[in-house]
Each structure stands twice: as structure tokens, then as C-alpha cells.
């Protein structure tokens, strides 16, 4: 098993700094597997489809997160190796536009239905960029395979 240290350098006053930012990867489409996080990737939406547009029932009671509206889209997208559902929320939903190229930071992988479903919960990043120079490969959905829980008993 291979170890990885973190090494600190110390200030001009003799406190120790923090240590510095890794670089991020970026992974390919392709490459995504069931119950995997932490991906960062750019990709191309091809297209946006509202679940779930939701007000908030007592708009004037509360205050805060609970009082905007829930709004849901699933969207696909994809890069040169292969395209997968995304789940956008809330925020997200706007910067998912059709012919958008995003980047995608902290990634998860969601399983909903037996099939992978890309989102970015509240600890990643939406990040709207330049258009991709890059086609994508739309008959390679990594969405559409089927996954099931098996069991091993020893």
C-alpha cells in the first residue's frame, strides 16, 4: 500500500503554512464508475429536461434556504468519450443550457434506478467556461447500463 506525505513549510513568522492545493484531474466520461466521487470534468450539455419545479408551501413563514423554490433538471452531457445524466439543482438548473460547456467539480456518481446519474451536491462546482473545441460521442450513454446490487456471501 503506498503512503502519500504532505509536507508544510513554515512562514516568515514561524507558523506553519497550509498545504498547497493539489492540481485537479480531469477525468473523462468514460471513465466514471457506480459509488465513485470527487471527479472534476469538463463537458458539453446536449440537453435539459425540467423533473421537478417546485414553490415552497408557506412562502410567509419562514425565511432562508427552505423558502425558495426546488427546481430539478435532468440534463446530458457529455465529451468525446461518452455522455452521462447529470442532475442539476436548484442554482445549477440556470447554467445548464443546452450547447453550455461546464466544468464540473467534485463530482459524485448517484445511483438512481439501477443506472449512474452524475450531480454536484453542495460541497462542488458549476462552472460555466469557454465552448469545448471537442465532439461529443452521443452513442456511448453510460446512463442507460443497468447496474445491480449482488451480494457475495463467504
Not at 466521487?37 to 425565511?63: D, E, Y
Not at 450547447?99 to 446519474?117: E, H, P, Q, Y
Not at 462552472?127 to 456471501?153: C, G, Q, R
Request: neutral net charge; glycine residues 6%.
Amino acid at each position: 500500500m503506498a503512503t502519500t506525505t504532505t509536507t508544510t513549510t513554515q512562514q516568515p513568522d514561524g507558523t506553519p503554512a497550509k498545504p498547497g492545493l493539489r492540481k485537479p484531474m480531469f477525468v473523462k466520461v468514460e471513465s466514471l464508475k457506480p459509488g465513485t466521487n470527487g471527479h472534476t470534468l469538463v463537458v458539453k450539455v446536449l440537453s435539459s429536461n425540467t423533473v421537478l419545479n417546485k414553490k415552497p408551501r408557506h412562502s410567509m413563514s419562514f425565511r432562508g434556504p427552505q423558502n425558495q423554490n426546488t427546481s430539478i433538471s435532468e440534463c446530458l452531457v457529455g465529451d468525446e468519450t461518452g455522455t452521462i445524466l447529470f442532475t442539476a439543482r436548484n442554482d445549477q438548473v440556470d447554467m445548464m443550457k443546452p450547447d453550455n460547456t461546464v466544468i464540473l467539480r467534485n463530482a459524485k456518481i448517484d445511483m438512481f434506478k439501477g443506472s449512474m446519474r452524475l450531480a454536484v451536491d453542495k460541497w462542488g462546482r458549476v462552472e460555466v467556461t469557454e465552448p469545448a473545441t471537442f465532439e461529443v460521442k452521443e452513442d456511448n450513454n453510460l446512463s442507460l447500463i443497468e447496474y445491480e446490487l449482488v451480494n457475495v456471501v463467504e
